[in-house]
């Protein structure tokens, strides 16, 4: 007697349904594998898409094609994979006790029954339409599929719009708020939040960023601000964005305040949903039912470095629990353990990243908490390319573990994240770091890493060596009129476009501050600053060993300085 | 009574010895630091100087300057960092029992002692000059300092040069012939190994790099060949470089052979020099004598996977060691681990790398290794800038312990040997990069990482998924004209450049094989080839699948095929 071939069905044909198909095929050469879609597209590049508009991306088919060329179709997955794809078929109920999912052709309205031996819930998520009049106007839109970057781009090229609203400041709406400046379109980006990518980087380096994307690239940000409604004219197309603040003009608005997971299917068939509102899967990715998995954007994860739920929809996770899942399918136990909050993103000519726990998670955690802020280059800076990079390092002050990095600038800060994540996956410390040994050459690094140069300094921050005071404390004291000197090191001709613009500020170059150090009055407190921290380091220890007994130094320098012109790395 | 200041000198004016002073001085703000170099050239970017001969690095003084534009020279080191550095003075002997150095002024000739309570010697290394024929012929550079760079740049500049040889294919060796050849000069390298960079790469990998830089930039290469002697014209001007096995017409010899740690010094102090010849130090980098520090090209160094000593003159490391050494002069103890192995370079458009083990350093130690070999581009197919990278893991069968990763190609190879180093420092295993969280967006990576495809790969080979067949086996087996199916599953399009020419290549695309299966031959053996791996895997487990008992993958594809026309990635 033959036995009956092992029947997997996977509902959602992007990211996770696909590489679940593929590795389930490969693994399991018998079994039926069938993945449905109630969409037109499918397995595309969905993170891609935001390049698609600034032209990156030449060709929408590339969103959907193989690396070599091929177009990942349904006729693609049948042939090349064998695998059964059924594109516009919208599953309506899973009916768990008999194993099968009541299906709509949305074609034909058709409805028909599909069997499964096990089932895999790869529904994705879906962006959230804010509930505000207006939304239904001509040139309004969200980014999720590819239909949707599709009409937006076809929108740019048939309207004359010059004036873009981007609402949100996550992921999406920041790489989108660059693309759209790179077309020469006024962009104007509105958060609710008092910051932007607040699930991403704390605010002194979202500020950081959002003074960078502003000078290079003209965005507008508004941030702290809530859109009330839209406003359209008479041909019923937007025109205009109002806020709890004010009005922006606008041809097209892009609504990107954040994605949700699609769990209706799973909750109907009594699958437990979990804490962040997401589908609730154990290590295999299995959900309440042991014969149903899910993974993607549509279940929650575990953050490995605090134990607690999360919710992650990144594509890098999707792929990593795919292949978990096909291999449970096929008997081999493989478990996937979380993540480590690593996530990095490209706006207009600059990077941003962050892996682990920002600072006011580790706070929230009850972790006493220290950090570095460091601009450094990212290679030699004879070498051409070479570009700055920001990075802020996160760590426990009682263990000096390593707990978070971001990073941010127009230098390569992806390198550095994934490192670091490395370090975090590995519960590294700060030390760590310091003595591992990566690979220098001018093209691709300094003798010492920008993140190794950032955890010496956050170590000399330990040891005392050096005191260091904020940007925004120095602010702070500027503001409160407190009485100090703020002493420049930086050359001359480095001040001449940027400095603090104060009465308390003098300049003596680090060059010169030995020869008259007698200048500097000893009753008062010394705050030094510089262009990065590096010479403001070296006069905080030249005073101190000159006996003057209140030094601090900037850290970053004025390239961590938030007010004023930015430097254009 | 006041104490005397603490005494430190240093002998070594580039990289470590400037490093050591720096830190020093901060943390000991009383102490008297005084540097000497023989030479005219201090605290210069030694690692630019390939750079420095093809333009990429626009001016000599930027090898001298810091990152905000003032030059490193003895004034700077005086006024900025309070350390005394004294050029053009040789150290001629260490009087250990007197704790003097006896130096000579090499303008005036004139002898002095100076006198230390602590010594670090930073001596570095030297180039080795092969003892052949003909190396005094003008045009015959070593290329050690900036002096050296300067008199070949100058020499390219005067001189109708056409033809350079480079003898050695080391790393300096590598850069440069990517240097001359960016220069549009007939390049030749000549190698005694049988491979280009011996020491790095393995050989598998050494000829795909080899294949690549001639193929794009018109390298020659010639390994396994001896230089006997030089030839020179009337003018005396070399005009030949004559081997075991030919001779080769070049204006400008640039021998690179290798460096040899400077030692002299040292040994005639009656220090200990280690097993590798350079000086032996231990974990606080003090040599054999308590008040004598050394550190950077001229001592040897421990090998962290193996415990064993080994000679390592990298500028990283050279940094590394002089905090340690500062750090331990200021009386924090502080060690240095050792490298692993980590080593990066760019040649022409060609980025190489390596981190930890060989496959042939891990065999040798008696390793059971297991290998994979994954070409992959280095962030998403449709981002533009998107390019290659061939990876190599070399992992320890019996425990899936990673034990070295090697990279080459125009793509971010670097990024992955980094994260790969970080991985190896904690001792982690295959499994855990593919655990890792790494950072995904387009720009930036594949959904999963290159590194990530390798150990999956790597993974899927010791669980029994896939048997493979390497580039080298494959050749093998065509010269022993075995019977067997070589069945290519490309497109045709992806043929037509490049295929392996051989009657027992049939072509049937991945997307035809389910249907086409029956025109496989059951009764002989099935070598799946396809462009980077993905497919003939695909297909392998296709054919196992349908019951096909003798099957294998070639691993790699036709991109890791180092026979015939090179893929130009």
């Known amino acids: 007697m033959q036995m009956a071939a092992q029947r997997i069905l996977i509902i959602g044909g992007v990211a996770a349904g696909p590489k679940v198909a593929a590795r389930a095929r490969r693994l399991l050469p018998d079994a039926e594998i069938t993945v449905i879609d109630k969409g037109r597209y499918i397995s595309y590049a969905g993170c891609g898409m935001p390049f698609y508009i600034d032209d990156q991306v030449g060709h929408f088919r590339e969103l959907f094609s193989t690396g070599y060329g091929l177009p990942r179709d349904a006729e693609y997955f049948r042939s090349e994979r064998g695998i059964n794809f059924r594109t516009r078929t919208e599953a309506l109920f899973i009916d768990r006790a008999r194993k099968e999912v009541l299906v709509r052709d949305l074609e034909t309205g058709r409805q028909s029954r599909l069997g499964y031996d096990q089932l895999v819930l790869t529904i994705g998520a879906e962006s959230v339409m804010p509930r505000i009049e207006g939304t239904d106007f001509a040139g309004v839109f969200k980014f999720r599929d590819p239909g949707d970057a599709q009409t937006v781009k076809e929108y740019l090229e048939k309207r004359d719009v010059q004036e873009v609203v981007v609402v949100g400041a996550g992921f999406i709406g920041i790489e989108l708020a660059g693309a759209l400046a790179n077309l020469k379109l006024l962009t104007t ?42 406003e359209g004219d008479e041909q019923g197309r937007v025109c205009r964005v109002v806020t709890d603040r004010g009005g922006y003009d606008a041809e097209l608005v892009i609504m990107a305040v954040g994605v949700r997971p699609n769990v209706g299917l799973a909750r109907e068939a009594g699958l437990a949903i979990g804490e962040t509102g997401a589908i609730l899967i154990d290590e295999y990715c299995r959900t309440s039912d042991p014969d149903i ?59 941003a990243g962050r892996t682990g726990l920002t600072e006011e998670q580790a706070r929230r955690l009850g972790y006493e908490v220290v950090t570095s802020i460091v601009p450094q280059r990212d290679r030699t800076h004879y070498h051409p390319g070479s570009g700055m990079v920001i990075l802020k390092i996160i760590a426990d ?39 591992m040994d990566l690979g220098y050459a001018p093209p691709f690094n300094m003798p010492i890493d920008p993140l190794q140069h950032a955890a010496n300094a956050l170590v000399n921050k330990l040891d005392g060596i050096v005191e260091t005071i904020s940007a925004d404390e120095l602010k702070a004291k500027l503001d409160a009129d407190e009485d100090f000197v703020l002493l420049d090191v930086r050359l001359e001709k480095e001040t001449r476009h940027r400095k603090i613009d104060d009465p308390r500020r003098i300049l003596v170059t680090l060059g010169e501050l030995r020869r008259r150090v007698h200048e500097i009055p000893r009753d008062k407190e010394i705050i030094t600053i510089c262009d990065i921290g590096v010479r403001s380091y070296e006069a905080y220890r030249l005073l101190r060993g000159a006996g003057f007994a209140k030094v601090k130094s900037v850290e970053g320098g004025m390239r961590t300085w938030p007010y004023g012109p930015a430097s254009m790395f």
Not at 297 to 304: K, M, Y
Not at 316 to 329: C, I, P
Not at 399 to 426: M, N, T, W
């Open 189 to 230: 980006v509105i958060e609710f939040q008092e910051q932007i990518l607040p699930l991403t980087l704390d605010p002194d380096m979202a500020r950081l960023l959002e003074q960078r994307l502003a000078a290079a690239h003209g965005i507008e940000f508004r941030t702290g601000e809530r859109v009330i409604r839209l």
């Open 293 to 351: 998995y899910a993974c993607g954007d549509c279940v929650e994860t575990t953050h490995r470095l605090t134990g607690q739920k999360v919710y992650a929809p990144f594509a890098s996770a999707a792929n990593r629990q795919g292949r978990v899942v096909a291999d449970n399918l096929a008997g081999r136990r493989s478990v996937y353990r979380g993540v480590l909050g690593t996530a990095v993103l490209q706006a207009g000519s600059f990077n």
């Open 397 to 435: 002050r009682a263990s000096g573990r390593l707990l978070g990095v971001q990073g941010i600038g127009p230098g390569e800060v992806v390198k550095r994240i994934d490192v670091a994540a490395a370090v975090l996956h590995f519960g590294g410390m700060v030390n760590d770091l310091i003595e």
